[in-house]
């Protein structure tokens, strides 16, 4: 019934958007002087041009509506015009002014597309290029670029990214705009997303229910697939990375295409990674991985709007460094045999936007399922789980002014959790969890220099779990759960320019998020703990408000922000004291009051009598406390990164040339859980340098980086290999390089 009313609203508004509209202009610099291959780019039709040789652009079969053109080029200003599409053809002169300064881009985990300044939600964009990112096996090491992001590690594969002293659960992964289910509770399961197709990531720090729902109450990571090809071409590229330190392999591949109303791609990649080498040499015993991944996309774009179809594969197998994995290994190498854990993950999501002449509605759905399996001894199935989740989302777009956006919305996800082949341990029981949700959100312009933010959301969940075991084994028995919550979330904030230089930003939220199967009804051993939930614990609630300002010049930007975090029932892992039978320690999920409080500060400076120099500093601080006065667990260390990066665009037969040398500090954390022990404090050195490099007509970028120059000894505090008496990786040497081609046809623009 639903897909036939679909059609008949897609049907009956064909009328209302038959006009043709179409954008054409030229684009130059500064002098008046064409500006050869910019990109012009419209994020939430997903379709975008290149300026030809003369700097003119056109596009076409464009929607009625009103839509935000990103125009960019590198080394320029962004720019970014809001037009009014009624059925005309708009003709737009852009000039850009040459900036050695990353400019506000366009983003859209704030539930629209705006532009970073304009949204009270500060979120910042973490743009995956190769000059600006760390060269590591470890992606969401990459993440912790930005301040007051952080990782738990337990070795090169496996990871989990923390957010201002959140983590797990406490933290929404989004892939492309899509929550991401993959059994994100533990520390000891990985990310389960690579780093290849995606072109930017956004990160919003701090609680982020209002659009999310729960999971979202310590912010948001939001990995944006690459843009589609410029239309008329077809392009692609090959990456390969080496690794000294993890003797690893990294190769992936990728093409895609669009012509004026259809665009479509592939993209396969391969990693494979032997024991890594802690700093002093000596290797870690089954810290190896591998992974091999697939992600493919088609998309449409007309009048009416646009539809899109992603879906991506991902199959990691991860060691797992625990007391009998080091026992049996004995000697270094990569392929998975004993003590690991096997993921399997398919994501398959539409992605639909129409333009209903004064109304826009975004329509998505996907399906994702995730098969985790725990192997110990060669071929024994330990655990064997699979995780399903459909989830759906639809935004009403109401017609609103230029400088505004009201939005209402509807938003679900049904899950299923099946223990499979009757395996040894049952951690979590079958269950089924089914979420549903309401919000609104609206955005406008009170003053001049003034933006206002706010919106209200209310959730429904519910959990039914089936009963493991006999009740006549009371040891084993677990009954039968139902569980319902209900909360009320939201958000109000604001956006200043204090002047055209200056911007405040000031947000206070509330937000929550309910308790998980594995929290609720854990009871089984997971690698080297023995772990049990608790049926009677009740939803995290927090309330945080931010304050933070922002500076920018030609050559200089500057951002401080501060935070503070209540959250009531805060849910965490904590040792009992207890032993099993076999002499595992027992873990049991508890609750507790909490504070979170902090911020974090970052200057850019490009000096005008060097400007081939960029300098970079970031300090970012959190504390959080329960309330008796202990520290919560997984709280990272106060740290400092500085990094000097030169840039030429032509050195020698090189062009777009780079070097630069970074520094990571971190300080003591003192600052310790019960269950933890205090972490000294290090500092670690990375040098890079890379260019383009053009024979013949082929243009290849390559890059040679060492990271821990100083191959220095050292444990973070949020590395779980300390359980284990494991330091972090040693020096890596990685050479990269990425091969791009392509080919233009008659519709290039």
Partial sequence: MKRIIIFFVILLSYPLVNAQNQITGRITDQDNKPLIGATVFIHELYKGTVSGSDGTYELLNLPDGKVKIQFSFIGYTNRIETVELSGQHIKLDISLVETAIEAEEIVISGGYSSTQHDNAVKIDVLKLNMEGTKSTPNFTEVLTKVPGVDMISKGSGISKPVIRGLSMNDILVLNNGVRFENYQYSSHHPLGIDEFGI????????????????????????????????????????????????????????????????YGGIRVGQKTNSDFLQGGGSYVPNSRFNELSVKADAGFTDKIGTFKLIYSFNNQKLGLVEDEAILEIKERGRTNEIFYQELNTHLLSAQNKLYLGNYKLDLNLAYQNTDLIHFGDVGVYEIQMQLATLTYDVKLHLPSPENSEYIIGFQGFNQENKNLNDREVKLLPDAKTDNYSAFGLIQFKALKKLMLQAGIRYDNKSISTQAIGSVTDTAAYRASLNKSYGSFSGSLGATCNLSENLLLRTNIAAAYRTPNLAELTSNGQHELRYETGDQNLVPENAYEADLSLHYHKNNFTADIAGFYNIVNNYIFIAPTGEMTSTGIPVFRYKQSNATLFGGEAGIHLHPEALKWLHTEATFSSVIGRQQNGDYLPFVPAHKFRLELRGEKEKFLQLHKAFASVNSTTAFNQNNAAPDETTTPGYTLFDFGIGANLKIQNQEISFKISINNLLDTKYIDHLSTLKEVNYNNAGRNITFSIKIPFGIADQYRN
């Fill in 199 to 262: 072109a930017d990531v956004e990160i919003i720090k701090g609680p982020a229910s209002l659009l999310y729902g729960s999971d979202a109450i310590g912010g948001v990571i939001n990995f944006i697939k690459e843009k589609p090809a410029p239309i008329g071409t077809i392009v692609g590229d090959y990456n390969l990375q080496l690794f000294s330190n993890t003797l690893g392999v990294t190769n992936n591949l990728g093409i895609k295409g669009a012509s004026k109303k259809f």
